[in-house]
């Protein structure tokens, strides 16, 4: 049982734990005959070492291992539960007590959920643009498009211009002197992608095909490679060919090659249609993301270090799982990005503060409306997974079973929840758009 409980630094609570002597001496007897068994002894069989010997051989120590792995996790979670705690890393442990015939005494610190002090959850007033998609963003929007599946065609007759494609030849010089990795032959490079080092494609505007060109720049202080960076770089591009793009008209065939519609008048209407639910989609969005930031912003909580370090962790997983879809790790987009991984994981703290803090007032509405998932949520929540990956339902249940992930959708759905009861009960304020 939890004898005594207190707050001590940084969100952690010392606990003062007993556990009763009947349950200690039962717990020894369990130790023994567990011990026991992995003894050798002169003059006894292996198993068959009486108690007492065994204990006065070896000090009554050696039963104290096993049997406090047999106590001390029940007390500890059942101590958790009386203090109303939720701990959020590993306890440090301190044994005070342990002998037969005697309560076990230990002592644990550990760092805790730390308390919210809520703001007014209900009613809380925002605004949202009403959902307009007009004629103009349609043409917008196919234009685009377009673009992507635009040909680039040759052009020798003009000067190079913003959004055209050159390919080059080109050598890189420091000091007068060639740099490994400065040289290229047929590199295609489109003018205003900023793909380049900086300053390199703004003096490529007006050349012409045939044209050699010195193009001065400076290579950045934080360059990925470090004996180039903040370096005055020369490089001599010779430019081979000109191509700019070239839109296919928007006709009945090219709807048809690019949709299952037959003509441009059905295309618009569902292109405008699917437009429109996107837009809803992204505005409710951003309504849910504008409660929550609110209802952070007005409640009180001091957040611990650790949770802001384990969120950008799992922001940083997500852009490797990513990276990793499109053929590339965490750790060579770190390498090409000129930073270190330190650096990265700072330029995600201030999104990760407020990540983990709205996580924690999301987690206090759900205790003060003691918000629950039924196991038939949790069902079709598994049946519309299973059902937008095209696989049986029981495949999903098993995957997510075996990754020891059914807790993590039962935590989502509760959030999911909680998020559509501070919408449910915000003031809405529609506003033109």
Same mark, same amino acid.
Request: hydrophobic share 40%.
């Given at each position: 049982?939890?004898?005594?409980w207190?707050?001590?630094?940084?969100?952690?609570?010392?606990?003062e @734990? /007993? $556990?009763?002597?009947?349950? #200690?001496d039962?717990?020894l007897a369990?130790?023994? %005959?567990?011990?026991? &068994?992995?003894?050798?002894?002169?003059?006894f069989?292996?198993?068959?070492?009486?108690r007492?010997?065994?204990?006065?051989r070896?000090g009554?120590?050696?039963?104290?291992?096993?049997?406090?792995?047999?106590?001390?996790?029940?007390?500890?979670?059942?101590?958790?539960?009386?203090?109303?705690?939720?701990?959020?890393?590993?306890?440090?442990?301190?044994?005070?007590?342990?002998?037969?015939?005697?309560?076990?005494?230990?002592?644990?610190?550990?760092?805790v959920?730390?308390?919210?002090?809520?703001?007014?959850?209900?009613? @809380? /007033? $925002?605004e949202?643009?009403d #959902?307009v998609?007009d004629?103009?963003?349609?043409? %917008?929007?196919?234009? &685009?498009?377009?673009?992507?599946?635009?040909l680039?065609?040759?052009c020798?007759?003009r000067p190079?211009?913003?959004?055209?494609?050159?390919?080059?030849?080109?050598?890189?010089?420091?000091?007068?002197?060639?740099?490994?990795?400065g040289?290229?032959d047929?590199?295609?490079?489109?003018?205003?992608s900023?793909?380049?080092i900086?300053?390199?494609?703004?003096?490529l505007?007006?050349?012409?095909?045939?044209?050699?060109?010195?193009?001065?720049?400076?290579f950045?202080?934080?360059?990925?490679?470090?004996?180039?960076?903040?370096k005055t770089?020369?490089?001599?591009v010779?430019?081979?060919?000109?191509?700019?793009?070239?839109?296919?008209?928007?006709?009945d065939?090219?709807?048809?090659?690019i949709s299952?519609?037959?003509d441009?008048?059905?295309f618009?209407?569902?292109?405008k249609?699917?437009?429109?639910?996107?837009?809803?989609?992204?505005?409710?969005?951003?309504?849910?993301?504008?409660?929550v930031?609110?209802?952070?912003?007005?409640?009180?909580?001091?957040?611990?270090?650790?949770l802001?370090?384990?969120?950008i962790?799992?922001?940083l997983?997500?852009?490797?799982?990513?990276?990793?879809?499109?053929?590339?790790?965490?750790?060579?987009y770190i390498?090409?990005?000129?930073?270190?991984?330190?650096?990265?994981?700072?330029?995600?703290?201030?999104?990760a503060i407020?990540?983990a803090k709205?996580n924690?007032?999301l987690?206090a509405?759900?205790k003060?409306?003691?918000?629950t998932?039924?196991d038939?949520?949790?069902?079709?929540?598994?049946?519309?997974?299973?059902?937008?990956?095209?696989?049986?339902?029981?495949?999903?249940?098993e995957?997510?079973?075996?990754?020891d992930?059914?807790?993590?959708?039962?935590e989502?759905?509760?959030?999911?929840?909680?998020i559509?009861?501070l919408?449910?009960?915000?003031?809405?304020?529609?506003?033109?758009g």
């Amino acid at each position: 049982m939890l004898n005594s409980w207190e707050k001590i630094e940084n969100n952690k609570v010392k606990m003062e @734990i /007993e $556990v009763a002597a009947p349950d #200690v001496d039962t717990a020894l007897a369990k130790a023994y %005959r567990v011990v026991v &068994k992995k003894v050798n002894l002169p003059g006894f069989r292996k198993g068959r070492i009486p108690r007492r010997i065994l204990e006065s051989r070896f000090g009554p120590e050696i039963l104290h291992e096993e049997a406090l792995e047999i106590l001390v996790p029940p007390a500890y979670q059942q101590a958790l539960k009386e203090a109303d705690v939720e701990p959020i890393n590993h306890p440090s442990f301190e044994l005070v007590q342990v002998e037969e015939g005697k309560p076990l005494l230990f002592n644990v610190v550990v760092e805790v959920v730390p308390p919210v002090e809520l703001g007014e959850y209900k009613g @809380i /007033e $925002v605004e949202q643009v009403d #959902v307009v998609i007009d004629d103009a963003e349609v043409d %917008r929007q196919i234009t &685009k498009l377009r673009e992507q599946n635009a040909l680039m065609v040759p052009c020798e007759e003009r000067p190079a211009r913003e959004g055209d494609s050159v390919s080059l030849s080109y050598q890189g010089f420091v000091d007068g002197e060639p740099f490994e990795g400065g040289e290229a032959d047929d590199f295609l490079l489109e003018l205003g992608s900023k793909s380049f080092i900086p300053g390199f494609e703004e003096q490529l505007i007006g050349v012409v095909v045939d044209e050699e060109k010195e193009v001065i720049v400076d290579f950045p202080a934080n360059y990925r490679k470090g004996d180039l960076a903040g370096k005055t770089a020369v490089f001599k591009v010779k430019v081979k060919q000109i191509s700019e793009k070239q839109l296919p008209e928007l006709d009945d065939e090219f709807v048809r090659e690019i949709s299952e519609f037959e003509d441009v008048a059905e295309f618009k209407a569902d292109f405008k249609e699917r437009l429109h639910t996107s837009a809803e989609i992204q505005a409710k969005a951003k309504l849910e993301e504008t409660v929550v930031d609110r209802l952070t912003a007005a409640s009180n909580v001091e957040l611990p270090e650790i949770l802001v370090e384990r969120q950008i962790d799992r922001m940083l997983g997500k852009l490797d799982n990513y990276l990793r879809t499109h053929g590339m790790s965490l750790d060579k987009y770190i390498e090409f990005s000129g930073i270190n991984k330190e650096e990265m994981r700072e330029s995600r703290r201030e999104e990760a503060i407020k990540r983990a803090k709205a996580n924690l007032v999301l987690d206090a509405v759900i205790k003060k409306e003691g918000i629950t998932v039924e196991d038939n949520e949790v069902e079709d929540e598994i049946a519309d997974i299973a059902q937008s990956y095209d696989e049986k339902t029981e495949h999903i249940r098993e995957m997510l079973t075996q990754q020891d992930r059914l807790s993590v959708l039962v935590e989502e759905l509760r959030v999911r929840k909680a998020i559509d009861l501070l919408v449910r009960e915000a003031r809405v304020i529609k506003v033109g758009g």
